[in-house]
Structure formats: structure tokens, C-alpha cells
């Protein structure tokens, strides 16, 4: 997996022997002296990781990294402290100052490398995200991003840990720091039930339990479902370098060393929910903007961009002579005249109670959509024409039958529909064909006087 890595360090030896160690695995090399420098090359050249020393004249390393997550365009980018310093009190400098991590020189090779892959797999992850949000708002879709002070961080952890007492005091500290529901599983079989019912946001996994591999447990979260998206933090003794490479490997997304600093725990913890948030957002963006882009705004049905290709899905999978597909047009009959009489408010509020009537006479397997103004689609899977004009018939009547309460002083409007149907009796059927067969139905309804249900190839109506 390549990358493009940014060094940053004043001492030229150490510059180029890490850019040698990288350039060894692959990775592409970037350099910079000093913080003001690395910030221009970062926004210049937008690296995938970020390898920053802390002493440095100008700029120290915290004040950059700050700088780096302070900024919008930068923020997403994982930073590496690698440094001389190796005070507890350092390390959680760092943290707070948004570095993903914080390594003591000389760097721990096995650790380095470990770690460098595993922040470069998170961030093409997050560009990924971040590139379907750009397209969004290209699409015309607003993307809303919520900061979130470290006071406010927040969520469901859960701590695996055999040994109670040590479960219970690391629990308090959590509790006591953190604000978040922190839940104690002692066991393996524990563990995965938390994962799948409770959905932790982040885990946090003693990785020297003797009654189960704490790393096999953490492959095996990380191939849950439920689990995909949540962080996960692993507790591992001092210098146990080889199970934090293979952890990071495995997919864990931090560590920490024991004996346990309490406020380093909180840091890397806080770290982990911040980037968490930060991706949720990016994902519920996407989705939103997705939901948006195929749903009709004003009565949340599908629209006609969602509905066609569903139905050409539909028709693939059916078997025409077992199982035929259905599809309904309706027509609210003489619209024009209630936008006229009433204005375009009074229209609107009757096309979302239409629509609602509409959701309460179809199966939960149909798919309703509004397709134009006042036209509207039901597209039913194995149905056949007949059982689709019995639907129709029902939905017809149950328009008819009750007037439709509106804002204007005249309180109720009666409202009628008139309904094609056409069913998909060719395996070479296409939603197409289908809708044009329904349209011709529909315009029969509408010539022969209105509220009733006309089949395709028929001229049978029901009024």
C-alpha cells in the first residue's frame, strides 16, 4: 500500500534516514525543516500521513500540529509525533494537540511501520468519504459538520477485561472522564453478544487476558458487522512491540501501554471518538444527500430517478409467467383546478395526504413514488394484473370515500383519482414498456369519466 509521507524534522540526519527507512517500503517521501514549512507543504501537496518532530526552532511540533487540525483542508490528515521526549506528561501534550500518536526516539521500527499503515488504510478511508461528500455538494446537496468540544465527546465503550477489579477501576476512570457509558465484558463470548446488541462506539481490549487472545478477539470484531465503524483501543504491556504491530495490523486503531497513565488513556480515547464522529458525519452526509437525491421532498415518496431503475431490478428478477410485475399509474383528477381555486399551498397539502393514502393501501414490498406533479407510481413484485386492479380498486375508493382536510377556510376538498394498470407478462418487459402500457390505461380512465381503475390491453374500468 503506497503513500505519500511527509517528514518533518529540523536535523537533516533524521530527515533522511527515515526518508530512507520509508522509501524502502515504497512510500513517497515529502520533507520539510520546520512547522511554518510543513504547513505549506501540506496544503500544497495534501500528504496521507503526516511524521512530525516536537523540538523545533520557530514552530515546535505541537504548536503545528495544532495548526494542522485547526484547519479544515488539513484536519483529516494523521499526524505522527516522533520525538526525543518521553515524559507521560509529553505524550499527552501531543495527544491533546490532535496527534494520532506519539513515538519516543529512537522509533521502535516494527511499531513505526505498523503504525504508518494503519493510519494510511484509516485515511483512504476517510478521503473516500470525504470524496463522495464533495460529489454531494457538487449534486447541490448541503453537507452540515457539527464541532465537537472535547467536553461533549461522548458515546458506548466497551472494556474486555478478565480481571474485574482492573476492569471496575479502569470502568471509573472512564465514567469520571470521558462521560460515556462504559460496559465490562470478562468474557470472549460477552464480548461479541456487547458487540452485536449494545454497538460500542469504541472498544478497548486487554490484549494479555489469559482466558482468551486478546488479538484473536480483535480479528474477530473487526470482521463483525456491527463492529465496522467502531473504534478499538488496545491495552498492551510496556515495549510489547509485536503485539501492537500485529494489533494495528489486525485492524485496531490504537494502543496503549500498561501501566496505564490515566489521562494518556483519555487522550488516545478521546483521539479515537473525535476521528469516529468525524466519519459518521461524512457517512450520514452521504447518506442523506443519497436519501435526498432519490426521494421526493415534499411527500417523502421515491422519486422517478429512484423508481425506474428499481423496476428494471424488479423485472430481472421475476419470473414473468410465476410471479409478474405490476405497476399502477394514478392521477389525481382535476389538480389544475385546486391550485386554481385554492392556491399552490392547499395543492401541496393535498399531495401529502394523497401520498399518505397511498402508504396505507400498498404492501410493505410495494414501492410507491411520485413521478410528476400530481401523478404517482405503484410498482408491485409478484402481482398480477388482476390482483394489481383489486389494489388499485381499493386505493381508488379509498380516495374517494373521504374528503381531504385542508388549511383553507373551506376545510375539506373531495378528491378523486383515475389509475392505469399494466402488468410485465414478457421476460423482455422494460419499465419502459411497462409505464407506457400503464400510461395508455391511465388516459382510457380519464376519457371514460374519471375515478376508476383501467387495465392495460383492456377496456374493462371500474368506477
Avoid: W
Amino acid at each position: 500500500m503506497s503513500a505519500r509521507i511527509l517528514v518533518v524534522d529540523d536535523i537533516l540526519a533524521n530527515v533522511k534516514l527515515l526518508e530512507a527507512k520509508l522509501s524502502a517500503e515504497y512510500y513517497i517521501v515529502l520533507t520539510a525543516s520546520n512547522g511554518f514549512e510543513a504547513l505549506e507543504v501540506a496544503r500544497e501537496e495534501q500528504p496521507d500521513l503526516i511524521l512530525l518532530d516536537v523540538m523545533m526552532p520557530k514552530m515546535d511540533g505541537f504548536e503545528a500540529c495544532k495548526r494542522l487540525k485547526s484547519d479544515p483542508a488539513l484536519a483529516h490528515i494523521p499526524v505522527v509525533m516522533i520525538t526525543a521526549l518521553d515524559q507521560a506528561s509529553d505524550r499527552i501534550r501531543g495527544l491533546e494537540a490532535g496527534a494520532d500518536d506519539f513515538l519516543t526516539k529512537p522509533a521502535n521500527d516494527l511499531a513505526l511501520f505498523a503504525r504508518v499503515r494503519s493510519l494510511v488504510r484509516v485515511k483512504m478511508m476517510i478521503d473516500e468519504l470525504r470524496l463522495r461528500d464533495e460529489t454531494c455538494k457538487e449534486l447541490g446537496f448541503d453537507s452540515a459538520f457539527t464541532a465537537i468540544a472535547d467536553e461533549d465527546l461522548s458515546g458506548r465503550v466497551l472494556l474486555v477485561d478478565d480481571r474485574p477489579n482492573a476492569a471496575n477501576t479502569i470502568k471509573s476512570i472512564i465514567n469520571d472522564k470521558l462521560y460515556s457509558e462504559c460496559m465490562i465484558a470478562t468474557s470472549r463470548e460477552a464480548a461479541m453478544n456487547s458487540v452485536r446488541f449494545d454497538k460500542p462506539d469504541l472498544m478497548l481490549i486487554n490484549a494479555g487476558m489469559e482466558s482468551y487472545d486478546g488479538l484473536r478477539l480483535c480479528s474477530e470484531i473487526r470482521s463483525s458487522p456491527q463492529a465496522r465503524h467502531s473504534s478499538v483501543i488496545l491495552m498492551v504491556d510496556h515495549g510489547d512491540y509485536r503485539t501492537i504491530a500485529a494489533a494495528l495490523d489486525l485492524g485496531a486503531n490504537d494502543y496503549v501501554m500498561r501501566p496505564l497513565d490515566e489521562n494518556e488513556l483519555i487522550a488516545r480515547m478521546r483521539s479515537q471518538m473525535r476521528r469516529k464522529c468525524y466519519a459518521d458525519q461524512l457517512r450520514d452526509n452521504v447518506h442523506n444527500s443519497l436519501k435526498m437525491a432519490v426521494t421526493d421532498p415534499l411527500t417523502g415518496l421515491y422519486n422517478r430517478r429512484y423508481a425506474v431503475p428499481h423496476m428494471q431490478t424488479l423485472i430481472e428478477r421475476s419470473d414473468p409467467e410465476k410471479s409478474p410485475i405490476s405497476v399502477g399509474l394514478l392521477d389525481i383528477d382535476h389538480f389544475k383546478n385546486i391550485n386554481d381555486t385554492y392556491g399552490h399551498g392547499v395543492g401541496d397539502e393535498v399531495l401529502k395526504e394523497f401520498a399518505n393514502r397511498i402508504r396505507h393501501n400498498v404492501r410493505g414490498v410495494d414501492l410507491a413514488a411520485r413521478i410528476g406533479g400530481e401523478e404517482f407510481l405503484v410498482v408491485m413484485p409478484e402481482t398480477s394484473q388482476a390482483a394489481a386492479a383489486v389494489v388499485a380498486e381499493r386505493l381508488r375508493a379509498s380516495i374517494a370515500a373521504k374528503p381531504f382536510k385542508v388549511s383553507h377556510e373551506v376545510g375539506q376538498i373531495n378528491i378523486t383519482v383515475s389509475i392505469g394498470i399494466s402488468a410485465g407478462v414478457d421476460p423482455a418487459e422494460t419499465p419502459e414498456a411497462l409505464l407506457e402500457h400503464a400510461d395508455i390505461a391511465l388516459y382510457r380512465s380519464k376519457n371514460n369519466g374519471r375515478n376508476r381503475v383501467t387495465l392495460a390491453g383492456t377496456e374493462n374500468a371500474a368506477a
